[in-house]
């Protein structure tokens, strides 16, 4: 991989805003209702603000360490940050308010958490559930079954709001191949919207990253985590 410059960078969100509307279009969606997050995880400040002058305006963190100092960079900026990492209970207090979207809610004690901590601080807190749709043991996400087992728990919380659903599928080498879970993931949502629960929405569905967004587009994905495609390849 070459190493990163201002070009590259540039190159990489243009080509990725394209493919997005190009599947948008392929799949017979609107333009503009897939949303890009960019995500950010060892891309340092600089490159980050080249990228938001190529026009990305959706960045995504994995780790709340790492997030501060990069949120506080960016204060001025028309930017909006999103979790997508795995979130632990103690560091759920530092990040309530500082994320549009926290999209890696993995369990009925994280969300209670958050929804605790977000009436502390007189906020409502959107989120997504993480399911691990492909089932797998080392994957966190909630199974598919207990998703839809705990949301009427998840929709009393009156500081949190459930926006959807987003996945990590398997690690494939083809993106055909993570089409069925993309499949399976809306199949989830729509199922959960169907139960028709009050603070419930099924309205996000964040599915698809560099190897594989333009099939996640194709099977209903509204946002699209996308880090390599626009970065190159993280070396740490
Ligand atoms: C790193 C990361 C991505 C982006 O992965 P790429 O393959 O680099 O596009 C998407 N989602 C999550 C949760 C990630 O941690």
Not at 131 to 145: M, S
Request: glycine content about 6%; proline content about 6%.
């Amino acid at each position: 991989m070459e190493p990163l410059n201002p070009e590259a960078i540039t190159k990489g969100v243009q080509s990725v805003l394209t493919k997005i509307r190009s599947a948008e279009e392929k799949a017979g969606r609107p333009a503009g209702t897939v949303r890009l997050v960019a995500a950010t995880k060892t891309v340092t400040v600089e490159h980050i603000a080249g990228a938001v002058r190529a026009g990305l305006s959706i960045l995504g963190e994995n780790r709340v360490q790492e997030a501060l100092p990069k949120i506080a960079a960016f204060t001025q900026a028309p930017v909006h940050w999103h979790f997508i990492g795995q979130l632990q209970r103690r560091k759920v207090r530092s990040v309530i308010g500082l994320f549009d979207l926290i999209q890696s809610v993995d369990s009925l004690d994280l969300a209670r958490e958050i929804d605790r901590r977000a009436e502390e601080a007189g906020r409502q807190q959107n989120v997504l559930l993480e399911v691990n749709i492909g089932r797998e043991p080392t994957k966190a996400g909630f199974h598919p079954d207990d998703v839809v087992r705990s949301i009427p728990m998840m929709a009393q919380l009156s500081h949190t709001c459930i926006k959807g659903l987003m996945t990590i599928p398997p690690l494939t080498a083809d993106p055909d191949s993570a089409r069925p879970y993309f499949r399976q993931l809306r199949d989830l949502a729509q199922q959960i919207a169907a139960l028709d629960l009050p603070a419930v929405r099924m309205d996000e569905l964040s599915m698809g990253m560099s190897n594989d967004y333009e099939v996640a587009i194709e099977e209903g994905a509204t946002l699209v985590r996308v880090g390599t495609a626009i970065f190159g390849a993280r070396h740490v």
